[in-house]
């Protein structure tokens, strides 16, 4: 049996082979080149379909806490800082307790969405948009502000942990377009066009049981190839309970190429390090793992991002 060592550096691309694998999805994704990018797909009709979806109304949240500690994954931290009660015990008077927020939305902790905006490839956004569109003031095309509506679909949860009979899968190891399929197999489900396409790689399980790590350096995620899987079933959405993208990355030269094929060649807008360790056990035991799902980003219009809370309805 090969060693996970050379298992690993079979699935490593060489930058000619990201450079196909991005034109081939680029050119296939034709259709999702505006402002919205895949979001095209979720049409009226999809979205009213997914509202059969709900059987149970049962409601279920797909975000972590927001992580307000230093640690190996959260150097910087979400400032969280209050202005309480400090009058007199006898103050029959009217006050007001009050609450201050600062984050570092892109960070390694804390669920949030990426806006098209958020990568820059070559000089360029996606389709084609150019990066001098993005400045220290803000940007001005592909922002958070195109998803002032929120994003409303059919989520789809595929747990690949579940399916290799694992709680988590350890840093470094990938997903690849067959773990997505056979878990959609195993699960007896299939993501459609215009779903949102939710895969659980075991994260925040990890994280929760032990503890906090470097997740810069070592993370699981999808392999490049998985991005075939969204193409083919013209995912409008992906989100994950990690970064998305491996680390370390298995192209030479390209640190995020998930986010880099997804964002930039496709236009799917990415959640990134959401929690599934609420909705899985609901999925399992009622014996589906689709859902009505409602993602509304603050209304941040010049953002390349934004912290969400997506939710799921069953």
């Known amino acids: 049996m090969a060693s ?5 550096r079979t699935l490593r691309l060489s930058t000619a082979e990201f450079d196909a694998l991005y034109r081939r999805l680029e050119s296939g994704a034709s259709w999702a ?10 049409t009226p009709d999809r979205v009213s ?3 059969a979806e709900i059987r149970t109304g ?4 797909l975000a972590a806490p927001v992580e307000t500690s230093t640690g190996p994954d959260s150097p910087e931290p979400a400032r969280h800082t209050m202005r309480a009660w400090s009058g007199a015990p006898d103050d029959q008077g009217l006050h007001f307790a009050r609450d201050s927020f600062a984050m570092n939305v892109h960070g390694d902790t804390d669920s949030h969405l990426d806006a098209l905006c958020h990568v820059i490839y070559r000089g360029t956004l996606h389709g084609g ?3 001098s569109s993005v400045t220290s003031d ?5 922002t958070v502000g195109a998803l002032a509506d929120g994003i409303v679909g059919r989520g789809v949860l595929l747990d690949v942990p579940r399916l290799h009979g694992v709680p988590w899968l350890e840093p470094g190891e990938h997903v690849r377009a067959e773990d997505l399929e056979a878990a959609e197999t195993s699960q007896g489900t299939r993501v459609g066009e215009g779903d949102l396409l939710f895969v659980r790689v075991g994260h925040r399980k990890r994280r929760v049981e032990e503890g906090p790590w470097h997740t810069a350096t070592a993370r699981a995620g999808l392999h490049p190839d998985a991005l075939e899987f969204l193409a083919q079933r013209r995912v409008a959405v992906l989100g994950g309970d990690g970064n998305n993208d491996t680390a370390p990355s298995a192209v030479d030269g390209v640190g995020f190429p998930v986010h880099v094929l997804a964002m930039h060649a496709m236009g799917v807008h990415l959640l990134d390090y959401l929690q599934f360790e609420n909705l899985a056990p609901v999925c399992a035991a009622e014996g589906r793992w689709s859902f009505f799902c409602i993602v509304g980003p603050l209304r941040l219009p010049a953002a390349t991002g ?5 939710i799921a309805v069953l």
């Open 129 to 131: 948009v150019a990066a």
């Open 138 to 142: 803000g940007a001005t095309a592909l």
């Open 49 to 51: 379909a997914a509202a």
């Open 4 to 8: 996970r060592h050379s298992r690993e």
């Open 306 to 310: 934004s912290p969400v809370n997506p």
């Open 33 to 42: 080149a505006g402002a919205r990018g895949a979001l095209a797909a979720l």
């Open 58 to 61: 049962r409601t279920v949240t």
